[in-house]
Structures are given as C-alpha cells and as structure tokens.
C-alpha cells in the first residue's frame, strides 16, 4: 500500500489541491500533507476511486443534482472523461448519470468549494481537473503542481489561465447580480408568502362567517319551519271547522227544503182553487157574453115577428092572432131553456160543457117547446 502513488486533485482553474475540511471539501494551498494526498484503486471499466492519505476513506458525492456536497466515507467509483485542454479530465461520478466534480465559480483562491454540478461547456472552466503526481510536486516544491513550465502546452495553459481569470472577473460580476436578483426574489417571495397568510387568515376569516351566516340561516329556517307548522295546523283545524259549518249548513238546507216542500203542498190547494175561481170567473164572463147575445137574438126574434106577422095581416086580412108562431116561438123557448139549464146546472158541470161545446164536440143542449118542466127552470 505504501508503495502506490499518492496524486493531487488540482482544479485546472486554480492551481490549488483539494482537502478535506469541517466535514466537507475545500481548495487548499499545496503543502504535502496526508489529508492533501489521495491514493487511486482501479474499478472495472476504467473505474477509479480515490482514497485518502490521511484516514483511508474515500471520495464521494453525496447526491446527484446540482451544488450537491463532496465528502469522504465509503468507496464510490469515479471516471476520468478527456476535454480539449491537454492533461485536464472532466471527472464523472458514476453513481449519478449527470454529476461532476466542480471548482465552485473556478475560484483560484483558498477554502473555494468543491461540489457537484452537471455537465455544461460554459462551465468548462470550473469543471476540469488535474490528477497531478505527488512525488513529481516533491522534486519540484517550488511549482505548484500541474504547472510545471518544462512540460508541453505550459504556455498554452498560462494564455488559458488568464482568460480564466478574465473569465473568474466576469462571472463574479455575474455572481454579485445573481445574488442581488436572488435577494430580490427572496424579498418578493418573503412578500408573497405574507400576501398568502394574509390571503388565508381572510379566507378562514370569510369561512367562519360563511359559516356562521349558514347556521344563522339554517336557525331561521328551522323556526320559520316550525312558524309554517303551526299555520298549517291552524289552517287544517279552519278547513276542519268549515267543513262542519258546511255539514251543518246543508242539514239545515235538507230540512229548510223539507219544510218548503211541505208549504208547497200546504199550498198546492190554494194555488188550484186560484186557478178555479179564475176559470169560474171566466166562464162567467162568457156566461154574461152569451146572454148578451142570447138578448140580442131575442130582439132579432122579436123584430122578425112583427115583421112576419105584418105580412101575414096584409095579405090574409087580420088575422093576427090566429098566426102560428110555432116556428119563432120555438126558436126562442129553446134558446130559453138552454141559457136556463146551463145556469142552473153545476159548475163543474157548466165547465167542462163550456170546454166541450168550445172545442166542437158537444152541441149546446135545446129543448122541445113542450117541455113541461119549462114554467119551472125560467122561474128558478
């Protein structure tokens, strides 16, 4: 073990070695000491890890992404990826598919930070490494390794030196803005996160009284329930009430119809005795009509008579007594004794003769001259 070269892992962009320091990695002034020297143990497929001189632990990422720590502890393989600048690798952590190790901004100056970042050219600068012999850099302590003048390319690496500090200028300048934005965005994140505590004390404050106008509201709602019932059971003890009204009411109709019906028929009597008397009073006055007639016919009779019985005189000399007055006398007695019968029969009787004799179907009764009941009904 002793026996195998010791190495310095030197940033391409700083001249310095890297050590273990606080628990995590860090540039440091060449100075030969263990902590400084790393010991390489050859893997599979060109594999390497890097154990420490000091302690025997190793070198080892903690994590994959971007500024993810450096430390030692178990043993992780590493592998050493060539770049354009001669004798300086890219060296990958194989554990991670993206993950460098990385010269914090390609800072020359002491305790920089090592960490891991992934592969990007604009960070080419940060990103290369040389794995410089630890016994060359014994014979030659007056030149920090990986720059020994006498070796090929030397002037090329000093061109590369200063445009890397050009370059270090630069990007601390870019350092210095980034920090500035980044406390701009903290300020304009810390403000923001007291706009969302304000925004979710409203919304709790909003939420409690959303609540409590819904309780309000569910009370009101309950006691207006409540208020509907009860006007609903006093409308249904109305609709009740009014239905036994309405049973009462048509009761008393029931008897109220009873009772008219019972008038009607108390009634009914008068009502045809009305109507008789008004159709006796009637036929009176036809009665009297006839008569009046019967009177007229009595002069005609009467006026025919003389007449007749002045002929006859002048021309069978006077013979006036003599004349038969069957003929005439007839005539008269008869109409005589039709007006006496229907005077002094019934009026039912004289009611339905006069409806007979109006509608054609009875003659009005005569009488024979010699009937010898005549002397008696003309003086009734």
């Not at 300020?187 to 007291?194: F, P």
């Not at 409540?226 to 009740?240: C, H, Q, T």
């Not at 007229?296 to 006026?303: A, G, M, T, W």
Request: charged residues 35%; neutral net charge; proline residues 4%.
């Amino acid at each position: 073990m002793s026996d195998d070269p010791a190495y310095f892992l030197v940033p391409a962009s700083s001249g310095l070695c890297i050590q273990l320091k606080n628990g995590t990695i860090y540039t440091a002034e060449p100075n030969g000491s263990a902590e400084q020297t790393w010991f390489i143990e050859k893997g599979s497929e060109g594999q390497i890890a890097f154990r420490n001189g000091r302690d025997g632990q190793y070198l080892r990422g903690v994590g994959g992404g971007k500024g993810a720590r450096i430390v030692t502890g178990q043993k992780q393989f590493w592998s050493l990826e060539s770049s354009s600048t001669p004798n300086a690798f890219w060296i990958k952590c194989v554990d991670f598919p993206n993950a460098y190790l990385c010269n914090s901004y390609g800072k020359w100056s002491m305790n920089n930070l090592i960490y891991m970042w992934a592969h990007e050219l604009r960070w080419t600068q940060t990103m290369l490494w040389y794995v410089s012999d630890f016994g060359s850099w014994e014979e030659h302590k007056n030149s920090k390794p990986g720059f020994d003048p006498s070796k090929p390319g030397f002037s090329e690496l000093s061109a590369k030196e200063k445009s890397v500090e050009d370059t270090q200028k630069k990007l601390e300048a870019l350092e210095k803005e980034l920090e500035k934005k980044q406390k701009l965005q903290e300020a304009k994140e810390h403000e923001l996160e007291g706009k969302s505590e304000k925004q979710e004390a409203e919304a709790k404050e909003l939420q409690k009284r959303q609540e409590a106008a819904e309780s309000a509201s569910s009370r009101k709602a309950e006691e207006r329930e409540k208020e509907l019932a009860e006007k609903l059971k006093e409308v249904d003890a109305k609709v009740e009430e009014l239905a036994e009204k309405e049973e009462q009411l048509r009761q008393k109709g029931k008897s109220a119809d009873k009772q008219d019906s019972r008038d009607v028929d108390s009634r009914e009597p008068d009502e045809k005795q009305k109507k008789l008397e008004d159709r006796e009073k009637l036929l009176a006055e036809k009665e009297l009509e006839l008569q009046q007639r019967e009177a007229r016919l009595k002069e005609k009779e009467e006026s025919l008579r003389s007449q007749a019985a002045s002929e006859w005189s002048m021309s069978k000399g006077d013979l006036g007594p003599a004349i038969p007055a069957n003929g005439v006398q007839s005539t008269r007695k008869e109409l005589e004794a039709a007006s006496v019968g229907r005077r002094s029969a019934p009026l039912r009787l004289r009611t339905s003769q006069r409806n007979t004799i109006e509608k054609g179907e009875l003659r009005p009764i005569t009488m024979a001259s010699n009937f010898v009941h005549l002397p008696r009904l003309r003086a009734g």
